[in-house]
């Protein structure tokens, strides 16, 4: 079994970091804050999900907000504005998450910024004695997620949580309970997808200034100069390899995270890609319809995104399916069931068929797993290796996308056994920022 831990994270290929990781499973937690004690939380990066995050902390006793970041003036004071409503108080406010990570008197982060600033700002963070909720996926290459895991062993007194919230959902964990205990049969195919029914593709936008009230340069960081654009700004940053992935990384996080979970397996031993980048040709980088097939011994796992459809398999538009010789097993954030296979012979079904089970938790349990750990050393459920050897399997499917062609992956040196695939390991960081190797 190809996971992550201290007998596959090892010593490393010089193109991706150049130094020895001895990447442990974080002992237990530790206990820092008594139960009752005010936890002071900042976000940085306020639009989107790290409001959604923050919303969910605010819904927690004993929690309050301390300050938000953001690079935009316009979101951050209506932000601000929210927040006090919410609470009765104004956070801080600031423009560079430097000088948040600067106060003392916050003791966790929220990171809700594009995917391609989330491991400077983590490393960051734990340096300056935060506790960090970082939004998924956790890194935007291998070579930052193995730098994460570093970080965190050299930080043990620092709780970091994943914001992969269905770790904290029942029913997805019930449902890999039941594929786990070989009810379904021998399971070979597993398929994950994701159709986000955009129904129409994202329409060209001209280059343009950036908004007065927007820090486009600091917006930008470690990523390449290039012109304003719309197209490239807030929400549609996940559709540009300098930000992010596509749905590969948005979605493919959180459902590949369960294909892996349900088969208890890691890293796969090569990939196959399919797809392109077919109505947005042009407009956006990351494709509209994409495959990525993943061997492993055993079976063989499926990644299918569609971009501007809305029905995928099953008829469902999201999901993970578990295929056996004696039934199927469906997941979604709607719920699990069991469809059982009929014998050709006598027409009897294999197994008892398991009718719609519903949803259970969410982002709530997930942010209390979070703050359980600061206070009583809770083990976190999305823990840093988790986030990583997710991520990494969402960047091996979009490296053999880039690459176009089958590539295969070494999990005793954590490396590609092809050139072209390894360079995209890691990334070019624009000045002055620098990815800290530990």
Excluded at 162 to 168: A, F
Excluded at 199 to 210: C, D, E, L, M, R
Excluded at 350 to 372: C, M, R, T
């Amino acid at each position: 079994m190809n996971t992550l831990n201290r007998r596959s994270f090892v010593k490393q290929s010089s193109l991706v970091t150049g130094t020895t990781l001895a990447a442990t499973m974080l002992a237990g937690s530790v206990s820092c804050k008594s139960v009752s004690d005010h936890v002071r939380v900042g976000l940085i990066g306020c639009k989107n999900m790290g409001f959604s995050d923050l919303k969910a902390f605010l819904g927690e006793p004993n929690v309050s907000c301390l300050a938000l970041c953001d690079i935009d003036k316009t979101i951050l004071e209506d932000r601000a504005s929210e927040v006090e409503k919410l609470t009765g108080k104004k956070p801080i406010l600031y423009a560079d998450f430097r000088k948040l990570l600067e106060n003392k008197e916050i003791d966790a982060v929220i990171i809700g910024t594009p995917d391609h600033w989330h491991a400077m700002i983590l490393l960051m963070a734990l340096a300056a004695g935060k506790h960090v909720y970082v939004e998924k996926p956790m890194g935007h290459s291998i070579e930052e997620c193995m730098t994460m895991v570093q970080a965190a062993e050299k930080y043990p007194k620092q709780v970091i949580q994943v914001g992969m919230w269905q770790r904290s959902c029942q029913h997805w964990l019930d449902a890999s309970e039941y594929v786990r205990s070989g009810k379904l049969g021998e399971v070979n195919l597993v398929r994950a997808w994701i159709y986000k029914g955009m129904g129409t593709p994202v329409p060209a936008q001209p280059n343009s200034q950036a908004p007065d009230t927007v820090d486009y340069n600091m917006w930008l960081g470690p990523a390449p100069l290039r012109p304003f654009n719309k197209n490239r700004f807030h929400y549609d940053f996940r559709w540009f390899w300098d930000y992010a992935g596509g749905a590969m990384t948005d979605w493919g996080v959180h459902l590949l995270d369960f294909a892996m979970h349900g088969m208890n397996v890691g890293f796969p031993d090569s990939v196959s890609p399919g797809g392109g980048c077919y109505l947005n040709k042009g407009v956006i980088d990351t494709p509209d319809i994409q495959q990525a097939i993943y061997s492993y011994p055993k079976h063989t796992m499926i990644w299918e995104c569609g971009l501007i459809p809305r029905m995928g398999p099953y008829g469902m538009g999201h999901g993970v399916s578990f295929t056996g010789t004696k039934g199927t097993l469906i997941v979604s954030r709607n719920g699990w069931q069991v469809t059982a296979e009929v014998s050709n012979k006598d027409k009897k079904k294999y197994i008892d068929d398991v009718p719609s089970q519903p949803a259970i938790g969410g982002l709530k349990e997930h942010v209390q797993n979070f703050l359980n750990g600061i206070r009583k050393g809770d083990k976190q459920r999305a823990s840093v290796q988790i986030g990583a050897q997710t991520a990494m399997v969402c960047e091996m499917g979009n490296i053999a996308y880039r690459t176009g062609k089958l590539i295969h992956w070494d999990s005793k040196t954590m490396s590609f056994a092809e050139e072209d695939a390894q360079k995209l390991t890691k990334l070019s960081y624009r000045d002055p920022w620098k990815l800290q190797i530990f």
